[in-house]
């Protein structure tokens, strides 16, 4: 029986009746994938279709056939050497391999899933931090790139041992499967790892589980983050972490009839955890369109005729895809659709709206992040939703609005509706060893039991969660903190406007000052001039209104949406120096803008001329704050 939760005081109640201990039972993976067969054995489980076309071939697995699957990809693992702390990585796309892989290298021992977009340099040093014995990865194929990526990386992480290959001509039908064996392109292995084939070898293991499991809570999982400001970090999941993200939605929402679409990459938390675990608790389905989700050719153009074709009564998406969403027509019928969940980043109001407004579907906005396993609170879908609001803290979830020191000891406690950093304590924090490197988790946890999420909010009157900025994303304008959020708000009021990204931009008086970013709507035309005039009036805060507007074909997103605001920076940065040496006549030219691990953003520069110093250069640039070097050192 689902609790129907609606106020602080309904989450109070189910908190008061048990504990979370008593409510899950199962303590593993598979021991939970074992009660959902059991229950659910002919059930469809997960669908994953190549392309986007509402009538192309996909492939089901129901709950019997992928606990079998399950069982012979951990057995696959423990036969290539990997033990209960030994890591399986899989650098792959959508597909139901990345299920098998996800949910056997758990069983198996720890899984580390990878984003194959990431560099061969960053995948490596994910690779060599987690000491991954195995890779699971794409063969090649055509117009992908990844196991050309990963070939690269594995040479550079010579703890590799076995690349297993998965190859997605499997799910392809003629003529496309003889399409792809003439242009399949050539790989020139430059690693010492051994390579065979992921279906090859799994289908030679039992469909039971060769060995027995501890059922210790241990750690089963690791995730580096997603980047968005900074090199990547590897956090650490428990088996009751996971669990708890499977159980969260299904005491409220989900059920065993329901279809969820998921358009986000298996990499990220959002899809490994609230949606494929909350499945493999309820029992419902998953479907996943295309290996690149939203970003796979045709995805948006087809949306809802693929929710009609599956019957879909959750659809999963973040807030530059629900940018998108509003500007497809809804050709389908889509009525066993009841909600949205949307989650990853903070939606604005005005995208709220347009999307309600255009689709009649009901978002219920979400908040989570990969330091917690993900959950940590929903807007309820029984009684109020709070436009602008992450919601009501999941149970068993203590959230508290915090000032804290850098040492994370607590300044104070916020009062209702003041803001201070959201901190977390529920089972999928591991306090004190959130990440696998220890000297990161220096300073992370308040009063040393509540994860600084460095998410900056505030908690209303009914226990409402709002998220107001990133604490690391704040422009700091000569002392005056400005929240990117409030332009980036009032730009989503412009019609013309898909999305916005706020960020400081180098200024010599100020340290930074705002400069805004701007995606439109497909199809609308707006002058730069004409937002700088529109933000100047939907802007109260005077600091706060934009020194620079600009229009990009494209904001830089990660995987799941998030913009990259590092890569604005990076634009601003280049265009502010640039500007300044051609003012200035020096011989110099600015060649690109990096991200050092130790010094952040590092402006690289040539010579133009034989006369230029380095004395000239700093007359320049020293008095911004990000450092600038030479190409040729």
Same mark, same amino acid.
């Given at each position: 029986?689902?609790?129907?939760?609606?106020?602080?005081?309904?989450?109070?109640?189910?908190?008061?009746?048990?504990?979370?201990?008593?409510?899950?039972?199962?303590?593993?993976?598979?021991?939970?994938?074992?009660?959902?067969?059991?229950?659910?054995?002919?059930?469809?489980?997960?669908?994953?279709?190549?392309?986007?076309?509402?009538?192309?071939?996909?492939?089901?697995? #129901?709950?019997?056939?992928?606990?079998?699957?399950?069982?012979?990809?951990?057995?696959?693992?423990?036969?290539?050497?990997?033990?209960?702390?030994?890591?399986?990585?899989?650098?792959?796309?959508?597909?139901?391999?990345?299920?098998?892989?996800?949910?056997?290298?758990?069983?198996?021992?720890?899984?580390?899933?990878?984003?194959?977009?990431?560099?061969?340099? %960053?995948?490596?040093?994910?690779?060599?931090?987690?000491?991954?014995?195995?890779?699971?990865?794409?063969?090649?194929?055509?117009?992908?790139?990844?196991?050309?990526?990963?070939?690269?990386?594995?040479?550079?992480?010579? #703890?590799?041992?076995?690349?297993?290959?998965?190859?997605?001509?499997?799910?392809?039908?003629?003529?496309?499967?003889?399409?792809?064996?003439?242009?399949?392109?050539?790989?020139?292995?430059?690693?010492?790892?051994?390579?065979?084939?992921?279906?090859?070898?799994?289908?030679?293991?039992?469909?039971?589980?060769?060995?027995?499991?501890?059922?210790?809570?241990?750690?089963?999982?690791?995730?580096?983050?997603?980047?968005?400001?900074?090199?990547?970090?590897?956090?650490? %999941?428990?088996?009751?972490?996971?669990?708890?993200?499977?159980?969260?939605?299904?005491?409220? =929402? =989900?059920?065993?009839?329901?279809?969820?679409?998921?358009?986000?990459?298996?990499?990220?938390?959002?899809?490994?955890?609230?949606?494929?675990?909350?499945?493999?608790? *309820?029992?419902?389905?998953?479907?996943?369109?295309?290996?690149?989700?939203?970003?796979?050719?045709?995805?948006?153009? #087809?949306?809802?005729?693929?929710?009609?074709?599956?019957?879909?009564?959750?659809?999963?998406?973040?807030?530059?895809?629900?940018?998108?969403?509003?500007?497809?027509?809804?050709?389908?019928?889509?009525?066993?659709?009841?909600?949205?969940?949307?989650?990853?980043?903070?939606?604005?109001?005005?995208?709220?709206?347009?999307?309600?407004?255009?689709?009649?579907?009901?978002?219920?906005?979400?908040?989570?992040?990969?330091?917690?396993?993900?959950?940590? *609170?929903?807007?309820?879908?029984?009684?109020?939703?709070?436009?602008?609001?992450?919601?009501?803290?999941?149970?068993?979830?203590?959230?508290?609005?915090?000032?804290?020191?850098?040492?994370?000891?607590?300044?104070?406690?916020?009062?209702?509706?003041?803001?201070?950093?959201?901190?977390?304590?529920?089972?999928?924090?591991?306090?004190?060893?959130?990440?696998?490197?220890?000297?990161?988790?220096?300073?992370?946890?308040?009063?040393?039991?509540?994860?600084?999420?460095?998410?900056?909010?505030?908690?209303?009157?009914?226990?409402?969660?709002?998220?107001?900025?990133?604490?690391?994303?704040?422009?700091?304008?000569?002392?005056? #903190?400005?929240?990117?959020?409030?332009?980036?708000?009032?730009?989503?009021? %412009?019609?013309?406007?898909?999305?916005?990204?706020?960020?400081?931009?180098?200024?010599?008086?100020?340290?930074?000052?705002?400069?805004?970013?701007?995606?439109?709507?497909?199809?609308?035309?707006?002058?730069?001039?004409?937002?700088?005039?529109?933000?100047?009036?939907?802007?109260?805060?005077?600091?706060?209104?934009?020194? %620079?507007?600009?229009?990009?074909?494209?904001?830089?997103?990660?995987?799941?949406?998030?913009?990259?605001?590092?890569?604005?920076?990076?634009?601003?940065?280049?265009?502010?120096?640039?500007?300044?040496?051609?003012?200035?006549?020096?011989?110099?030219?600015?060649?690109?803008?990096?991200?050092?691990?130790?010094?952040?953003?590092?402006?690289?520069?040539?010579?133009?001329?034989?006369?230029?110093?380095?004395?000239?250069?700093?007359?320049?640039?020293?008095?911004?704050?990000?450092?600038?070097?030479?190409?040729?050192?």
């Amino acid at each position: 029986m689902q609790n129907h939760i609606s106020t602080m005081a309904d989450v109070r109640a189910v908190e008061a009746e048990k504990t979370y201990a008593e409510r899950v039972g199962e303590r593993t993976l598979f021991e939970q994938i074992t009660s959902t067969e059991a229950a659910h054995g002919a059930r469809p489980a997960v669908t994953f279709q190549l392309r986007s076309g509402p009538k192309e071939p996909a492939e089901t697995l #129901n709950w019997t056939q992928l606990k079998a699957r399950v069982a012979q990809t951990a057995n696959l693992f423990r036969s290539l050497g990997v033990g209960e702390k030994d890591v399986v990585a899989y650098i792959l796309p959508n597909c139901n391999e990345a299920v098998l892989s996800f949910l056997g290298g758990a069983t198996a021992g720890i899984v580390n899933p990878i984003n194959p977009t990431l560099s061969p340099e %960053h995948i490596a040093a994910i690779l060599r931090e987690t000491k991954a014995r195995v890779v699971v990865t794409l063969a090649p194929f055509p117009k992908a790139d990844v196991a050309q990526k990963v070939d690269a990386a594995v040479a550079l992480a010579p #703890n590799v041992q076995t690349v297993l290959q998965v190859d997605l001509k499997r799910y392809a039908k003629p003529p496309l499967s003889w399409i792809v064996s003439l242009i399949r392109p050539k790989l020139q292995v430059t690693h010492k790892a051994n390579i065979a084939s992921f279906e090859a070898e799994v289908a030679r293991q039992p469909e039971t589980l060769s060995f027995a499991e501890n059922l210790s809570d241990r750690i089963a999982a690791y995730f580096h983050t997603g980047g968005t400001t900074g090199m990547p970090k590897v956090a650490q %999941h428990r088996f009751s972490g996971m669990l708890y993200n499977g159980w969260c939605p299904t005491d409220q =929402i =989900i059920a065993e009839d329901d279809v969820m679409f998921c358009p986000l990459p298996m990499f990220h938390v959002f899809a490994a955890y609230p949606i494929l675990m909350t499945c493999v608790r *309820s029992g419902a389905h998953m479907v996943m369109p295309t290996p690149a989700g939203y970003r796979g050719d045709g995805v948006y153009d #087809n949306f809802w005729k693929l929710l009609e074709r599956y019957g879909v009564t959750f659809m999963v998406t973040v807030p530059t895809a629900v940018a998108k969403l509003v500007q497809v027509p809804v050709n389908a019928d889509v009525s066993r659709l009841k909600y949205a969940l949307c989650g990853s980043a903070a939606l604005p109001v005005e995208s709220f709206r347009k999307f309600e407004k255009t689709t009649g579907v009901k978002i219920l906005e979400g908040y989570g992040m990969t330091e917690a396993t993900c959950l940590v *609170s929903i807007n309820p879908a029984f009684g109020e939703t709070k436009i602008g609001s992450v919601g009501l803290p999941f149970p068993y979830s203590n959230v508290r609005i915090l000032h804290c020191a850098p040492d994370g000891s607590i300044i104070k406690d916020c009062a209702t509706d003041e803001v201070g950093e959201i901190c977390v304590q529920n089972p999928g924090v591991i306090a004190g060893a959130t990440y696998l490197d220890a000297d990161k988790n220096k300073g992370l946890f308040a009063g040393g039991t509540h994860l600084r999420t460095g998410d900056l909010g505030r908690i209303d009157a009914d226990g409402f969660i709002f998220i107001t900025g990133r604490a690391k994303d704040l422009i700091i304008r000569g002392g005056h #903190n400005i929240d990117p959020a409030v332009i980036e708000e009032a730009l989503a009021g %412009h019609d013309c406007v898909a999305l916005s990204g706020a960020i400081g931009q180098p200024d010599a008086h100020s340290g930074e000052v705002p400069c805004v970013y701007v995606e439109l709507v497909a199809g609308k035309t707006v002058t730069e001039a004409e937002l700088l005039e529109f933000a100047t009036k939907h802007i109260d805060e005077r600091a706060a209104v934009p020194k %620079h507007v600009e229009i990009l074909p494209e904001l830089p997103k990660t995987a799941v949406g998030k913009v990259l605001k590092n890569e604005l920076r990076k634009l601003a940065i280049a265009r502010i120096y640039a500007g300044a040496l051609e003012k200035a006549g020096v011989n110099a030219r600015l060649v690109e803008v990096y991200e050092d691990k130790k010094r952040g953003l590092v402006a690289r520069l040539s010579r133009t001329g034989e006369d230029v110093t380095d004395e000239a250069v700093t007359a320049v640039l020293g008095s911004f704050a990000r450092p600038w070097e030479w190409q040729d050192g």
